[in-house]
């Protein structure tokens, strides 16, 4: 080879070897995703993608009270707590959003449906960019996959409130974040308000101001956050007994739902010459109710849409056998739980990356809904 085709040759190697390292660094580039501990606003937030489950750690937290739902739909608004990121003239302007289909709800430290939770309560919530609607640098942010309440939040972080001081004349009550660590305290403590219409929650019943007692570790519930200081206090939980009913009370509303509702999932294969459909449960369900589903039991399901209402589950549901559970990875959105089934007829709904309820053969007869949360009317 002459020396002219030789130095060719070197330059064609050079440029694919260039052209290969510009394209890995782009797909590397389109890759990445920005995420509330990073710093370069160029970063673009994570884009949802149909029929997939989003990362770990992908979502924007963003709190603030309940100030309007549509539990039909699944839809709301909060009022957005002041922060640092949000300017003077900007603040206490809401955000309306939907809830993802496998998006999902705690309430007093338990799995709960839009319904379930009062307005006004103060909510801590994990969201992904949808379209751009209203002001303020929060707007884009209107797919919710996670909404908790004070209670449910900070017990999921295995942290407390530790009362410091009490002053009912004054209407206040100084608490102390405590953490399941000695050195995870709060440097200072936060004083919040504390009203007549405050309950208060001991034991079995209900309990008066004058049994909060400075040493007692409480959860509790807000509203009113940074228009009024941290925020009033609308429920305050002294000892573990009142936190494990108000618990197990919500659960029990929360069980009796999925039964009437089915629990919610999506497709995500379709065997048409063997009949068999596979499907994975979403996140946010009371994983006792997985206990239903065993292989070989039986069980119905109902097409839906991303509202997660079906159009008549009482006519157009579909039974057959359960072949097999399996166990998939646990993510965001993901229960970790996938059930192959074989129904009778495959219904026109039943097709990968669509929604599905599905009721177990154990349940009692399935009721039909009320109209208004039917999709066929």
């Known amino acids: 080879m002459t020396n002219d085709r030789i130095s060719a040759a070197a330059g064609w190697l050079v440029l694919i070897g260039a052209c290969f390292c510009f394209s890995s660094a782009t797909l590397a580039a389109e890759a990445?995703?920005?995420t509330d501990g990073d710093?370069?606003?160029?970063?673009?937030?994570?884009?949802?993608?149909?029929?997939?489950?989003?990362?770990?750690?992908?979502?924007?937290?963003?709190?603030?009270?309940?100030?309007?739902?549509?539990?039909?739909?699944?839809?709301?608004?909060?009022?957005?707590?002041?922060?640092?990121?949000?300017?003077?003239?900007?603040w206490d302007h809401s955000l309306s959003f939907t809830l993802l289909p496998y998006g999902s709800l705690?309430?007093?430290?338990a799995p709960a449906e839009l319904k379930d939770i009062p307005l006004g309560t103060h909510l801590h919530g994990e969201f992904y960019a949808g379209d751009a609607v209203g002001k303020g640098p929060q707007s884009p942010f209107n797919r919710a996959i996670r909404l908790e309440d004070?209670?449910?939040?900070?017990?999921?972080?295995?942290?407390?409130?530790?009362?410091?001081?009490?002053?009912?004349?004054?209407?206040?009550?100084?608490?102390?974040?405590?953490?399941?660590?000695?050195?995870?305290?709060?440097?200072?403590?936060?004083?919040?308000?504390?009203?007549?219409?405050?309950?208060?929650?001991?034991?079995?019943?209900?309990?008066?101001?004058?049994?909060?007692?400075?040493?007692?570790?409480v959860a509790l519930n807000a509203t009113v956050c940074t228009l009024k200081g941290p925020g009033r206090l609308t429920d305050v939980w002294i000892d573990a007994r009142s936190r494990e009913l108000a618990a197990a009370h919500q659960l029990e509303v929360h069980r009796q739902f999925e039964h009437e509702h089915g629990l919610p999932g999506w497709i995500d294969d379709v065997d048409n010459q063997n009949g068999i459909v596979t499907m994975t449960i979403f996140a946010g369900c009371d994983r006792k109710l997985f206990e239903d589903f065993p292989a070989n039991g039986s069980i119905s399901?109902?097409?839906?849409?991303?509202?997660?209402?079906?159009?008549?589950?009482?006519?157009?549901?579909?039974?057959g056998g359960i072949l097999e559970v399996l166990a998939v990875p646990v993510g965001p959105g993901n229960s970790g739980v996938q059930i192959k089934f074989k129904p009778s007829t495959l219904l026109e709904g039943f097709r990968p990356k669509k929604i599905i309820r599905i009721f177990s053969g154990k349940w009692k007869k399935i009721d039909d809904l009320p109209l208004e949360e039917r999709l066929y009317q």
């Not at 705690?106 to 430290?109: E, L």
């Not at 034991?203 to 007692?213: N, P, V």
């Not at 399901?301 to 039974?319: C, H, I, P």
């Open 32 to 34: 990445a995703y920005r």
């Open 150 to 217: 004070d209670c449910s939040y900070f017990a999921a972080r295995h942290r407390a409130w530790r009362i410091d001081a009490i002053d009912i004349d004054k209407g206040t009550l100084a608490v102390t974040g405590t953490g399941p660590g000695v050195n995870q305290v709060d440097a200072k403590p936060t004083v919040f308000q504390i009203a007549p219409a405050t309950m208060v929650w001991k034991g079995s019943g209900i309990a008066a101001s004058s049994d909060l007692a400075p040493g007692q570790s």
């Open 106 to 109: 705690s309430y007093r430290n």
């Open 39 to 90: 710093t370069n606003e160029k970063v673009p937030w994570f884009k949802l993608k149909p029929g997939e489950f989003p990362p770990a750690g992908s979502a924007h937290a963003i709190a603030g009270e309940l100030i309007a739902v549509d539990h039909v739909n699944r839809t709301g608004a909060i009022r957005l707590d002041r922060t640092d990121a949000i300017r003077r003239g900007e």
């Open 301 to 319: 399901a109902a097409v839906s849409e991303e509202s997660l209402r079906t159009y008549d589950q009482g006519n157009d549901r579909m039974g």
